[in-house]
């Protein structure tokens, strides 16, 4: 039964698949405080969070077992992602959930400034009955620039449009094509700042985008220009922005995100021209069961299937892809458990090279497997997927990975080098089609393995009668062989043999290998049961 903790407000129409899947339970805990969440949060699997609860070192340092962070959004900057990937544990969101609630909740935040609404809902409220003070500006004619046009900047580009506005857009990766398929001109900030009426800012808060819009900034805008934060606290400079707002530089801000939150900056909280909200970009109903349902269903996926789609700390892999891959996956950590025991030493540098169509394809999590398989030799089960190479580095061992689109005899071939001083393990590998996962080479020899839980590798010279003798070792201790191939570059020169056997052999096999003439090096090499594919 896995354990899954919700600290936040959680919609509960959205956790249901949670709630009705038997091999899960829910416990919602809310308004814990950091003591109280960490002396429970060693008992979970998996942690479901908003931005409210902060998910930190000291915090993780208390979860054991926990496997799966996950955010109920979008933003992670609650929760500290390289410690999660230091511990292997996996960071998940629901990007494009709430991206419809984001953008709506910016168009009313920019009319509500345009048109002074929630100044005008308090003094009509308050009984006053006043109805010159509050008169507003239009949308249409104006000018929108968007800074962040990726799923909610293109959104709000679509909906100012109707509103009769023209949009100029900034983002890295915005194309041409993309500026023409959403009916906007690409500009630079400076084209922003000088032509824009209104400004509206959509990017994550990354060191780039931190103070982006500041004094500097702000001097370069139009007189009199209206800002909007619906995306993260800290992209624009609070002190800057009060000071351009009592400048009148700026002639209204729309803020739903602060620099720190609960926000506290009164003088921009209590601004005549500010409209403000408690970050409530994605707090609506619908938003909220999506975002809940996607984690929710995420989760179950990443438990029964060890399928993942929107990790923060792993490469992405689209559903197909990682189906055509799969048996590669399965594969790479087999050559990784195989090489390590091959090499006898933790390595000191490793080669992975990938060639012919695999070379073509994200190779990421092909890489990881494998250095996966290697580490799980030292550190069994406290490396995974998501931590594999910040380990590696940790271990100071080298890793260079070559990709070569040009086949080498398979369609897809992969090769693993180990190094360790002057020695070298090297074990290569293909999966044919209908037959599964093929180690085709060892260190330097040609072979052709199906990888089982019992290997026996053996270096030889080439000499007659050599198959014969391990053959009647391996016989008089009861060992049963299933496979065996040779290997050679030369007859009569160096060769290996491999075996597959039926089960576990112990020590005195090896001894007695070990003692017959013309046998170099005897090694039992062996994967867990769990790695080893069922064929029929
Ligand atoms: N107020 C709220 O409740 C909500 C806030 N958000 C926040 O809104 C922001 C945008 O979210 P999405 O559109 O879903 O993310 P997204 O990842 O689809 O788009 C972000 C865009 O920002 C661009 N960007 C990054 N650095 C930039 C820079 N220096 N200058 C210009 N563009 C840059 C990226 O290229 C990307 O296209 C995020 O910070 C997210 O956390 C999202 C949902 C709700
Ligand atoms: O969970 C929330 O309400 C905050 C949403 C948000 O800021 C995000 O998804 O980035």
Redesign the pocket.
Known sequence: MYKVLVTDAISDSGLKVLYDHPNFTVDKKSNLSPAELKEIMKDYDALIVRSQTQVTEDLLDAADRLRVIARA???VDNIDVATATKKGIIVINA??A??I??AE?TMAMMLSMARKIPQAHMSTSAGNWDRNAFKGVELYEKTLGI???????AEVSKRAKKFGMSILG????LTEERANQLGITKASLDEIAEQADFITV?????K??KG?INDEYLAKTKKGVRIVN???GGIIDEAALVRALNSGQVAGAAI??FETEPASNMELLTHPNAVVTP?????TVEAQEKVAQEVSQEIINIFETDSIRHAINMPQVSGEAQKKLQPYIDLGEQIGILSIQLLKHAPDKIEINFYGELAKQDTDLLSRTMIKGILSHHLSDSVNMVNALHLLNDQGVALNVVKNPTSKGFANYMELTLFKGDEQASIGATVLNGYGGRIVKMNEYRVDVRPEQYLLYIEHHDVPGMIGRVGSILGSHEINIGTMQVGRAVAGGEAIMVLTLDKKVDESVAKDLVAMDGLRAVQFLELPTANVPVYH
């Open positions: 959004g979008v933003g990007p494009g709430n991206t609630a984001a909740h800074i962040g046009m990726g799923k909610i900047g900034f983002d890295p990766y959509h990017t994550p808060l990354t780039d985008t982006l619906c995306a993260r739903d995100v970050h409530l970009g994605a707090s």
